[in-house]
């Protein structure tokens, strides 16, 4: 299995700041992918990282709002833009090593609060 | 579009007592179903996984079998423990790799 680690692990931010969440894989993986967890919520997919080039955002979340990077295949980052409370949640990195063993692995999160 | 449904929580059982957690799913085609805990404190890890018809995965005493005919996949437990406490995600893979979960539910098992 793959070790995923963010960064931060916690943050608390004034509203209309961003903030960029970093997350790393301790191994090459062919997908990535971003989630959202809000208060007493399950997770919501908010975009696929695609290696090269734009990621790939569900619908409810755009660009603008939730920039994504993933410059290689061991790294990718989240920004929140212009924050506002409804933003504090917590934001899960996952990743796929190998698509033929269908299993993701989740990072431990980065807890955002948005006062 | 593709769905996932999990009972409503919480669930408080006695240690040693028997757990079921329905799930059930709406997805087109043959989905890969999973259930995922996350401990208290602690971040998502995956539980156990069946990705065809009448597939069984276990881990750590838990169970669950793909019902494509009632598009199930209850995950159960003959004797839970305390340490079992924990909020349980049920979710299913659609199409481009990403998960869908349910909405996931809390179990606190007591002495």
């Known amino acids: 299995s793959a070790v995923i680690s963010q960064k931060p692990s916690r943050d608390i931010c004034q509203r209309g700041t961003s903030l960029t969440i970093q997350c790393q894989v301790d191994?090459?993986?062919?997908?990535m992918f971003w989630y959202r967890q809000q208060p007493g919520q399950s997770l919501t997919l908010i975009a696929t990282a695609n290696q090269g080039s734009e990621a790939t955002y569900e619908s409810g979340f755009v660009i603008d709002k939730f920039p994504i990077s993933r410059p290689n295949l061991t790294f990718s980052t989240l920004t929140v833009s212009n924050m506002s409370p409804e933003d504090s949640s917590i934001y899960l990195c996952?990743?796929?090593?190998?698509?033929?063993?269908?299993?993701?692995?989740f990072g431990p999160g980065t807890r955002l609060t948005v006062l | 579009g593709d769905s996932v449904t999990q009972m409503e929580g919480p669930v408080t059982l006695s240690e040693e007592a028997f757990l079921t957690i329905n799930c059930t799913y709406t997805a087109t085609g043959y989905p890969s179903l999973f259930w995922y805990v996350q401990y208290p404190g602690e971040g998502l890890q995956l539980l156990l996984k069946?990705?065809?018809?009448?597939d069984k995965g276990s881990n750590k005493g838990f169970e669950a079998t793909y019902r494509k005919e009632t598009t199930s996949f209850h995950l159960e437990k003959g004797s839970v423990q305390v340490s079992d406490s924990a909020v349980y995600f049920c979710a299913l893979r659609k199409g481009g790799y990403a998960l869908n979960f349910g909405k996931g539910t809390s179990l606190l098992v007591t002495p």
């Open positions: 069946a990705t065809k018809a009448d």
């Open positions: 996952s990743v796929m090593g190998q698509v033929a063993t269908d299993t993701q692995y």
């Open positions: 191994s090459q993986v062919t997908m």
